[in-house]
């Protein structure tokens, strides 16, 4: 299964609710990206994007679920708590446009979404990384409502009214920056899921999509078994 939407959309924690409620692995896109920001932060190279494609090509990505939170380990060692943290993120942004390290992690990506079942989520899951799975998700909420929560993420509370109309103006941009590859994304999704009771929590959200999975199985079930039955035998 994938899941794409717009940033603040809900990917991450939705996706991880729902790979819970169906007992399968959670891969974060977003994570990995942030991983190897880490580690090219760290080692300081002269060339940041060829560094960068050869950690994404050389490294083992592991993703693990706690009761509370998604897991990830890099060659063995868990790195969660270092790639939570907000400072990471321009760094993320900027050897993210890198067309290598892209197709490193994408192929990587690959590798782990068709190994074991599982829930994939992040930029391009529905379009590039896994167009071929069964269920493909695209989450919305409304600008205010993903706005809103991502100022909340990123503790900016203490920051004024000014800075706040900035910090909106900033999301106003990626999201136009991100509008062509999004309606792309949910014209191939099989469920759009737009939030419209914004005091839904994330495990909620899931719950609507798992429901939705298992209804939509059981009809195609049905479907075949009544095909099977109508469907004329040789002998017949
Ligand atoms: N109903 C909800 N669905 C998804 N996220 C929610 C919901 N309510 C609050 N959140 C919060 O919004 C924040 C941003 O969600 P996140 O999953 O990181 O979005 P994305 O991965 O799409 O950028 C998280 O802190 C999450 O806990
Ligand atoms: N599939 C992905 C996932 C993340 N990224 C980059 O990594 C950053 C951090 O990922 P994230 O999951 O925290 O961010 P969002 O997907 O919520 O924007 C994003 O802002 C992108 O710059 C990407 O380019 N492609």
């Known amino acids: 299964m994938s899941i794409d939407g717009p940033i603040g959309s809900g990917k991450s924690s939705v996706a991880f609710e729902l790979a819970r409620l169906l007992g399968r692995t959670c891969i974060s896109t977003g994570m990995m990206y942030r991983a190897v920001a880490l580690i090219v932060r760290d080692g300081r190279p002269y060339d940041r994007a060829s560094f960068a ?13 706690r009761p509370d939170s998604l897991r990830i380990c890099v060659d063995g060692t868990d790195v969660t708590d270092e790639v939570s943290d907000p400072s990471i993120l321009p760094l993320t942004s900027e050897i993210a446009q890198h067309p290598g390290l892209r197709t490193a992690l994408l192929r990587c990506q690959r590798e782990m979404a068709l190994r074991e079942p599982s829930v994939i989520e992040g930029r391009d899951a529905n379009t590039q990384i896994v167009p071929t799975a069964r269920w493909k998700f695209y989450l919305d909420a409304p600008p205010e409502v993903r706005y ?17 109309a900035e910090f909106v103006r900033t999301m106003e941009l990626v999201d136009e920056r991100d509008r062509g590859r999004l309606r792309e994304s949910s014209r191939q999704a099989d469920v759009i899921h737009h939030e419209n009771f914004a005091h839904l929590s994330a495990l909620q959200d899931a719950v609507i999509l798992y429901y939705y999975i298992f209804r939509s199985e059981e009809i195609r079930r049905n479907a075949s078994i009544s095909r099977t039955i109508s469907a004329p035998t040789a002998k017949s």
Request: net charge neutral; glycine share 0%; aromatic share 10%.
């Open 53 to 65: 494609c050869e950690v994404a090509r050389v490294s083992h990505f592991e993703f693990t679920s």
């Open 148 to 164: 809103r929560r991502l100022h909340d993420v990123h503790k900016l509370s203490a920051i004024s009214p000014l800075e706040y």
